[in-house]
Nanobody, 124 residues
Framework: QVQLVESGGGLVQAGGSLRLSCAAS????????MGWFRQTPGKAREFVAA????????NYADSAKGRFTISRDNVKNTVTLQMGSLVSEDTAIYYC?????????????????WGQGTQVTVSS
């Protein structure tokens, strides 16, 4: 049974930082590109960041560039999203995703597994 379990969400003040982690089990972790998406009520889930199978390539949404960093550990089967300079618009539920994409071109269409999500709230 595949599980992606996110942790690290919470309440943070604008300008602050937060580190999200995703622990994967039940899958051949290095066989998947990994990513983070986020969703707010009434809106579609949107791409935030992705990392290729062995961590050589990264891809970020424009909103995340320069503020967020994605990394992975193929020994511990974890993927991390370090978020900085947070703004209220970053408030959302953040989802970890395992994708069959061969690179970092992750989209909802090629996500094989989703985590349950973790809430991030940025107070202004």
């Amino acid at each position: 049974q595949v599980q992606l379990v996110e942790s690290g969400g919470g309440l943070v003040q604008a300008g602050g930082s937060l580190r999200l982690s995703c622990a994967a089990s039940g899958l051949a972790f290095s066989g998947y590109a990994m990513g983070w998406f986020r969703q707010t009520p009434g809106k579609a889930r949107e791409f935030v960041a992705a990392i290729s199978r062995f961590g050589r390539s990264r891809n970020y949404a424009d909103s995340a560039k320069g503020r967020f960093t994605i990394s992975r550990d193929n020994v511990k089967n974890t993927v991390t999203l370090q978020m900085g300079s947070l703004v209220s618009e970053d408030t959302a539920i953040y989802y970890c995703a395992a994708s069959t994409a061969s690179s970092t071109l992750i989209s909802s269409n090629n996500v094989a597994y989703w985590g349950q999500g973790t809430q991030v709230t940025v107070s202004s």
